[in-house]
């Protein structure tokens, strides 16, 4: 018990400062222990979002390419109503 006693008002006596810098320098210990599966979970999650991206524009030029030709279909048959239905006798 009277070696608990010292090491308790050691403890005690740190400034916040000090605490501070402790608690500091203990995140710096994790980040670079861990610095290598967080950098790769930055670029999973970057790739991820980049794919999702690429993914909505080519969606979106396909659908827009789609959009012109059923323009394009429905111009055509525009054009065949009204000149009417071919047959032997007008064509």
Same mark, same amino acid.
């Given at each position: 018990?009277?070696?608990? %006693? &010292?090491?308790? /008002? ?7 400062? /000090? ?18 599966? =967080? ?5 999973? !999650? %970057?790739? %991820? =979002? ?9 969606? !979106? ?5 789609? /959009?012109?030709?059923? /323009? ?6 525009? =054009?065949?109503?009204?000149? %009417? &239905? ?6």
């Amino acid at each position: 018990m009277a070696e608990e %006693g &010292p090491g308790r /008002e050691a403890k005690a006596t740190r400034t916040a400062a /000090e605490m501070q810098l402790l608690r500091r320098r203990q995140e710096l210990d994790y980040f670079q222990k861990n610095a290598a599966r =967080i950098r790769s979970r930055n670029l999973l !999650t %970057g790739l %991820g =979002i980049g794919a999702f991206v690429v993914g909505i524009f080519s969606y !979106t030029i396909l659908s827009v390419k789609q /959009e012109r030709i059923v /323009e394009e279909l429905d111009e055509e048959a525009r =054009i065949h109503i009204i000149r %009417g &239905p071919r047959t032997g006798a007008n064509s």
